[in-house]
């Protein structure tokens, strides 16, 4: 069974970082690429970042891009998310989700907002960010 558990949330004041983990079950990286999704009160589900092992790709959305690192680590079969200079617009509970390497990184689920085909998702971490 597959499966996906989030950790590393939590309170954090503005400018501070955080190290979010996807630890994953019943997949293998090269056949699942991974991605972080994040939902913030009363706003749609947004694509953050993604990385997909079978084709050595990353990707980030403007709203992190050049403050965050997605990395890997095969062995312990975990993604991280690092978020560095935190700022009250990155609180929201965030998401990791598996999909199959062919979709892409980023897959079309980044930019359209309905995640189609074969998704599966953790439950999520909550982020919380104070000015």
């Known amino acids: 069974e597959l499966q996906l558990v989030e950790s590393g949330g939590g309170l954090v004041q503005a400018g501070r970082s955080l190290r979010l983990s996807c630890a994953a079950s019943?997949?293998?990286?090269?056949?699942?690429?991974i991605g972080w999704f994040r939902q913030a009160p009363g706003k749609e589900r947004q694509g953050v970042s993604c990385?997909?092992?079978?084709?050595?790709?990353?990707f980030y959305t403007n709203s992190v891009k050049g403050r965050s690192t997605i990395s890997s680590d095969n062995a312990k079969n975990t993604v991280y998310l690092e978020i560095n200079n935190l700022k009250p617009g990155d609180t929201a509970v965030y998401y990791c989700?598996?999909?199959?390497?062919?979709?892409?990184?980023?897959?079309?689920?980044?930019?359209?907002?309905?995640?189609?085909?074969?998704?599966?998702w953790g439950k999520g971490t909550l982020v919380t960010v104070s000015s």
């Open positions: 989700a598996a999909f199959p390497s062919g979709y892409g990184c980023p897959p079309s689920s980044f930019f359209d907002g309905e995640a189609y085909g074969e998704y599966y």
């Open positions: 019943g997949l293998r990286f090269d056949d699942f690429a």
């Open positions: 990385i997909n092992n079978k084709f050595g790709s990353t």
